[in-house]
């Protein structure tokens, strides 16, 4: 359930007419909604009732400094995965001790970063990097608290480029070699190790791959124990999905979820992590775009709007799917038209949507690209020298501009000529 309806005819985000929006911004835009991340976020914070829990938004998804106040006013902990992320959560008031630090190949410069400033714990990757946070925790003379990821060689059944749990994946440490990792762990005095972190891919829409997963991880659990290590936080990961379609094969939803987790893992007495990104921002906002024209073609009419691939590139990068809505809806058992949804860029790829049946649109007219507030505005490049498109928070009946748009000049003046031009 999302904040983006339908009122006589017009698109509302919570109180406020979208179109109010463009007239004020300009389009392309991104626009959220406070009261569907609240409620999004909620839902995962009720899953977990019961068990002693931190709900760490994955960051990566949607990263706006108001985004992020939005969340942790409510509690929520981030799952940062860089040093940039960081430095953001901390802009935005979280304390260190809710941050946890994801991440493949964290440096030396991140992880002095995060000790010096405060952190809840690392999620270790592999053995050279579990050296280097020990190193740098020694330097500093603090104790460092990890986990380690294990990847569960678990098939998460979602896109390719999304799924992190298979042995073939570039995360973690195999789960096979788990026990020797840990006896590792605790022989280096600079780190205390606390717990066991697994993710395994991103928009899951069955349960069964989390519950293998899981079921893995309490093993390992109760192995590690009678190593004679304390294991007293579990965090595992994000990837639930989202329905990206209004139709009947929805995804598992956070109740669901919540009642896996107290299952497979409720015995062993264990604080809870989950880093849900997507199913926290993604049905949290649009990218509204206008029609710049409509072109006929040989079987099929181009419809070219302002947005495009740089501004909203999981189309172009997951053949992802996305609703497209008019931002004024148009008159019931009007006949559908065939279209193909392209930007301005020079790229093929630069395609939103083929051969989509919609309600005839015309040039200047508004759409929406629904379920677009996860890995949309964070994913945008400025590719055909495009600038960023703003980002815009509705709340109830007013809204603000989160992150204005570049103008062309200040886009261009970050580039310097050398001494020699
Ligand atoms: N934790 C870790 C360690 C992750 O790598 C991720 C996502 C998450 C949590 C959050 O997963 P979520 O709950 O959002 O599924 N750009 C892609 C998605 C990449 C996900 C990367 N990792 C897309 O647009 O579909």
């Not at 006013?73 to 940062?80: I, N, S």
């Not at 901390?90 to 440096?107: D, H, L, Y």
């Not at 107290?262 to 649009?286: D, Q, S, V």
Request: charged content about 25%; aromatic content about 6%; proline content about 5%.
């Amino acid at each position: 359930m999302d904040h983006f309806l339908y009122r006589d005819g017009a698109l509302f985000a919570e109180d406020v007419p979208v179109a109010e929006i463009a007239a004020a911004v300009g389009t392309p835009f991104y626009c959220y909604s406070t009261a569907t991340l609240e409620r999004h976020f909620r839902l995962f914070d009720e899953a977990l009732e019961g068990m002693e829990h931190l709900v760490c938004y994955a960051m990566k998804a949607a990263s706006n400094q108001a985004i992020l106040k939005t969340l942790a006013a409510l509690g929520a902990g981030m799952d940062v995965v860089s040093g940039g992320e960081y430095a953001r959560a901390i802009a935005a008031g979280v304390p260190g001790e809710r941050i946890v630090f994801s991440g493949v190949g964290k440096t030396r410069e991140e992880i002095h970063a995060a000790l010096s400033g405060g952190i809840r714990q690392f999620n270790v990757e592999s053995e050279p990097e579990m050296a280097v946070i020990n190193e740098v925790a020694l330097e500093l003379g603090v104790v460092a608290p990890i986990t380690v990821r294990v990847n569960p060689d678990v098939d998460a059944k979602t896109h390719a480029k999304i799924a992190t749990g298979k042995s073939e994946n570039k995360f973690g440490i195999p789960i096979s070699r788990a026990r020797e990792v840990y006896a590792h762990a605790a022989s280096l005095p600079g780190l205390k190790v606390i717990g066991i972190d697994v993710h395994i891919g991103s928009q899951l829409t069955q349960l069964e791959p989390f519950r293998l997963a899981y079921e893995k991880v309490a093993q390992l659990t109760e192995e590690l124990r009678a190593d004679g290590h304390e294991i007293t936080r579990l965090d595992l990961g994000g990837g639930l999905g989202i329905p990206y379609t209004r139709s009947n094969d929805a995804p598992p939803l956070p109740t669901e979820y919540g009642a896996l987790v107290k299952e497979t893992l409720g015995h062993l007495g264990c604080e809870i992590e989950i880093e849900p990104g997507r199913l926290i921002a993604g049905n949290a906002g649009i990218m509204v775009s206008k029609v710049i024209y409509v072109k006929e073609g040989e079987d099929r009419e181009f419809m070219i709007v302002d947005g495009a691939m740089n501004d909203l590139i999981r189309p172009a990068m997951y053949e992802a799917h996305h609703d497209i809505v008019p931002v004024v809806e148009a008159e019931a058992g009007i006949e559908k038209r065939r279209y193909d949804i392209v930007g301005p860029v020079c790229e093929s790829g630069d395609t939103f949507a083929k051969e989509r049946m919609m309600e005839p649109i015309a040039a200047g007219d508004l759409i929406a690209f629904r379920s677009a507030g996860a890995y949309g505005a964070v994913m945008a490049s400025e590719y055909n020298s495009r600038p960023l498109i703003p980002e815009v928070l509705v709340n109830g009946d007013q809204f603000a501009v989160i992150r204005r748009r570049p103008t062309l000049d200040e886009m261009i003046n970050r580039d310097t000529i050398p001494e020699w031009l």
